[in-house]
């Protein structure tokens, strides 16, 4: 058994609404296999993986894996529920896994769920399976796994790229108010909410996080004499340059000192209850590694850490530092063991609680109490290990926030304000919390009150306090960044398709793009913000939607969704609020596990499922695969408003969805009208839609309509849109798509038709407008033989005469190949068809020219537009910006009745 390949699916996919990890197997010498057919397999794999009876396996109840194995089944689905299981014994929580056949005997595809903040580009997924592969075969052969340490690395691999709790406090939070999360990288940073209402968050410093406020409380010393101007209470002290310098202080201020480092964090080199010169030069030489020192009078009393939001307490908690209570019968190094096998402890931040150390400070620290690791304490003797109460330097929290006395609230309210940060945590040491301060005195020292305050504060302790309630702090971070009410969200308009999408995704981004509104777009040629193309490629998948939706200029977003796209990534979203289907054509068959046309619909359906409840669905009623989706059952069951469009006004299924009071878009007696129930508007003539050669190219025609269409589902007024779509300029906005040059008297027209169905609405285009015409095709190499031929044949059905060529991109074929597919195709299907084959563009091009007379047209397809323009234009060739064939006449706007062709269709129902 071997792996293929392994494939991570960000965004929601055709097998779960998160993240998956898909991994094509190879079964090898175990294809046919089953779990019976190897004696002893089961019991020793149960053995091995005793938590694999718990697994349901699509039972619903635990054990239905184990009735599966006793029964008989095949290994790759075997490995699938192993991975599982060794990803929940590295606490990695996630239970969702499938198992099916990828084509030939023995080949599978795996699916597995991945934990949503999980880094995309993690080995742990494949590492899993790795070892999965692994421990199957070992017992199939009868070798006994060698495993633990392979799983002691993806378990040290998984806590080092895991949030840490604050972080994923924030974005639970986030998502439980259905605001969109993205982890940025390995990071603690979220952005939260998409193109203009987003937002981010670093742990628990945000976006709007003073600067200044930040860097001021990094700096302890300049905290101190903030506060202090503004009469809080804070502890006397200054910064000591040298250790006679500590010791001036010692002898000016009194024992017990504090010293630490100027601008230290986490508690690291912290020294407290100082009174000797040799305790002062040895914390000195300890924290002057971190750079300046800073020397303290200590408070008295316990200490506490409160979270303030935006002026506002939210948590309160009482810190003890790291320590061991003794039994009286284990060592201090047992009693650290002991307390360290507790799941909630860590190493560093990814966990509720860190880990005990017998460090070098803690062994200074049991010498300062007469003892050492292996003194045993007495029952119930508490024994310090550090002498600050950080978590991250294994200190315990008991939460204290309904104890809190509403004048150290108000003391904490000032303390913030003073350094002027949103989120801060406040240290302060005092007798009690519940207990009011003393006011300060000028000719007295603070002998309680604040001793730090804290950018980006550890949410932990008031996650999971050691005692008491836990408190929703990460839902409070969210709430001060979006209010109630304020959106998080931008509209979104997911496009997919077979043909047009692209020319209709550039359509819906010029509609929506009225003045003052910020469209972001992404499409096959690229990533376009406010109409400008910001990053050249094939912009159709979840990395470049990422651009737009994480862009805080964009208004809108306009997504083109492919089908590749959402196979090898998943989508680049949670939701849309219009999603649009073109049409669905036998094309890329064969590719990335995707074989039938119902396979594709099924990929393509995803698009429908996710929009929105409230959202709205625009799908074509003329092609019957796109009618298909709307009985697919994750799109039948969602509350959205279907919006049908189509250029046959005799189409049954618009009819019906009219008398039940549904919304289309129609062509009908030359205009285009938005229909609603009985109720008809003409909005204008097709023969004024630009693009559509006076209207008499019905794929431009059912562009325009599903344009309209989403514009509209968002509530652009028709006014507006109408506007909009005569100022559009195909040249400019819509290149490549029925581009018209002229040259010497012949007619081309450039286009991207590259399947059957996209050539044959063009030649039904040229047929139209043109009294003769040539082709010169190139296709994809990457398609199956089949689908070649059924492009081949429709290019035979529409032209007399062909020049067939290749691009430079072979996409895997040997040169030649393509183009032999493709000529013997036409001439078998049309053996009158004169056809000629043309090695590249540059000798196609001059060849279907010679062939056509003046007057007539050249279809040329592509594959990038680039060289096409270049060596048009270097042949002399002339733009054709707006080809006009005949003017309309008429007053549009009015109510319109129904066309008899109409009238009869719903009559029929």
């Known amino acids: ?277 040799r305790d002062i030069t040895e914390a000195f030489a300890e924290a002057s590694r971190d750079g300046d020192v800073l020397v303290e009078r200590q408070f008295e009393g316990a200490d506490y850490r409160v979270l303030m939001i935006e002026g506002e307490l939210v948590a309160a908690a009482e810190r003890r530092p790291a320590h061991v209570t003794g039994d009286g019968r284990h060592d201090i190094t047992a009693l650290v063991a002991q307390v360290n096998t507790d799941p909630r402890r860590g190493e560093h931040h990814d966990r509720a609680l860190t880990r005990l150390r017998l460090d070098a400070g803690a062994l200074r620290l049991l010498a ?206 949670e939701w849309s609020d219009v999603g649009v289907i073109t049409n669905i054509e036998a094309d890329h068959l064969g590719q990335d596990g995707v074989s039938t046309i119902g396979e594709l619909i099924d990929v393509k359906s995803l698009v429908a499922e996710r929009v929105r409840d409230g959202g709205a669905l625009v799908l074509n009623a003329d092609d019957p695969n796109t009618v298909s989706v709307a009985d697919q059952p994750g799109v039948r069951a969602a509350y959205k408003e279907q919006i049908w469009f189509g250029t046959d006004d005799r189409n049954p299924v618009i009819a019906a969805h009219l008398r039940a009071g549904g919304r289309a878009f129609l062509a009908e007696d030359g205009r285009l009208v938005e229909a609603s129930g009985p109720r008809r508007e003409a909005l204008m003539y097709l023969a004024d839609i630009p693009g559509s050669f006076d209207g008499k190219a019905p794929h431009a025609l059912a562009n325009a309509l599903a344009a309209v269409a989403a514009a509209r589902a968002l509530g652009t007024p028709a006014e507006a849109i109408v506007d909009r779509l005569r100022s559009f300029d195909p040249w400019t906005g819509n290149p490549g798509r029925g581009m018209l040059w002229n040259l010497d008297g012949v007619d081309v027209l450039v286009d991207y038709a590259h399947n059957a169905p996209g050539l044959a609405a063009m030649a039904g285009t040229v047929g139209e407008i043109w009294d003769g015409a040539v082709a010169a095709v190139t296709f994809p190499g990457d398609r199956r033989d089949d689908l070649l031929e059924a492009s081949a044949r429709a290019v035979a059905d529409g032209f007399a005469r062909v020049v067939v060529y290749e691009d430079v991109d072979k996409r895997g074929r040997r040169a030649g190949e393509t183009s032999a597919i493709i000529h013997d195709a036409i001439t078998a299907h049309r053996p009158d068809t004169e056809c000629r084959t043309a090695i590249g563009l540059r000798e196609a091009l001059p060849v279907a020219l010679g062939m056509a007379r003046p007057g007539e047209v050249v279809l040329l397809t592509y594959e990038k537009l680039a060289p096409v323009v270049t060596l048009l234009e270097a042949l002399g060739a002339t733009p054709v910006t707006a080809p006009r064939l005949f003017a309309p006449g008429g007053v549009l706007g009015e109510p319109l009745g129904l066309s008899e062709n109409l009238t009869e269709a719903i009559g029929r129902g």
């Open 368 to 573: 300062s109490q007469g003892k050492t690791p292996a003194s045993v304490p007495g029952e119930g003797e508490v024994v310090w290990l550090c002498a600050n109460a950080n978590l991250s330097t294994g200190g315990t929290s008991r939460d204290v926030t309904d104890r809190v006395h509403p004048d150290i609230v108000e003391l904490c309210r000032r303390t913030v304000a003073a350094v002027g940060m949103d989120v801060a945590g406040i240290d302060l040491r005092l007798p009690d919390i519940s207990e009011p301060l003393e006011p300060t005195v000028a000719a007295r020292p603070a002998t309680a009150g604040v001793i730090e305050v804290n950018a980006a504060p550890g949410l932990r302790m008031h996650l999971s306090p050691s005692e008491g309630r836990s408190r929703r702090v990460g839902s409070a971070i969210v709430e001060a960044m979006f209010p109630a009410g304020t959106p998080s969200r931008i509209p979104l308009v997911s496009v997919t398709g077979t043909n047009g999408k692209t020319t209709t995704t550039r359509l819906v981004g010029h509609l929506l793009g009225v003045e003052g509104t910020r469209v972001g777009m992404t499409t096959s040629d690229g990533v376009y913000i406010a109409g400008r193309l910001v990053h050249r490629a094939d912009a159709t998948g979840p990395a470049s939607a990422d651009m737009i939706l994480g862009d805080p200029t964009v208004d809108v977003a306009v997504l083109e969704t492919a089908r590749g796209g959402i196979v090898r990534r998943g989508l680049g979203y």
């Open 1 to 277: 058994m071997r792996i293929e390949s392994v494939r991570r699916l960000r965004g929601p996919n055709r097998y779960l609404p998160r993240p998956v990890v898909t991994v094509r197997l190879e079964l090898d010498g175990l294809t046919g296999d089953e779990t019976t057919d190897h004696d002893g397999f089961t019991e020793a794999l149960l053995a091995l993986l005793p938590g694999l009876t718990a697994h349901h396996c699509a039972s619903d109840r635990p054990g239905g894996f184990v009735k599966r194995l006793h029964g008989g089944t095949y290994f790759g689905h075997v490995a699938e529920h192993v991975a599982l299981e060794l990803s929940a014994m590295i606490g990695r929580d996630v239970t969702f896994g499938r198992t099916s056949l990828a084509g030939p005997a023995g080949r599978y595809d795996v699916v597995m769920e991945c934990p949503r903040d999980e880094p995309l580009d993690s080995t742990v997924p494949r590492s899993l399976i790795e070892l999965a592969v692994e421990i199957v075969g070992a017992l199939v052969d009868g070798r006994e796994p060698v495993w633990a340490d392979a799983l002691a690395a993806i378990r040290a691999a998984h806590e080092s790229e895991r949030p840490g709790p604050s972080t994923e406090a924030i974005a639970q939070a986030a998502r439980r108010r259905d605001i969109p999360v993205e982890r940025v990288g390995r990071l603690g940073l979220l952005r939260l909410g998409y193109g203009r209402h987003r937002r981010l968050a670093w742990a628990a410093m945000t976006d709007r996080t003073p600067a200044v406020g930040t860097d001021i409380v990094a700096d302890k010393q300049l905290t101190r004499e903030f506060l202090a101007a503004a009469g809080i209470p804070v502890p006397q002290g200054r910064v000591a340059q040298t250790v006679q310098d500590a010791m001036r202080l010692l002898a000016e201020m009194g024992a017990p000192l504090v010293v630490k480092p100027r601008r230290g964090r986490q508690g690291h080199h912290v020294y407290l209850d100082l009174s000797t010169p």
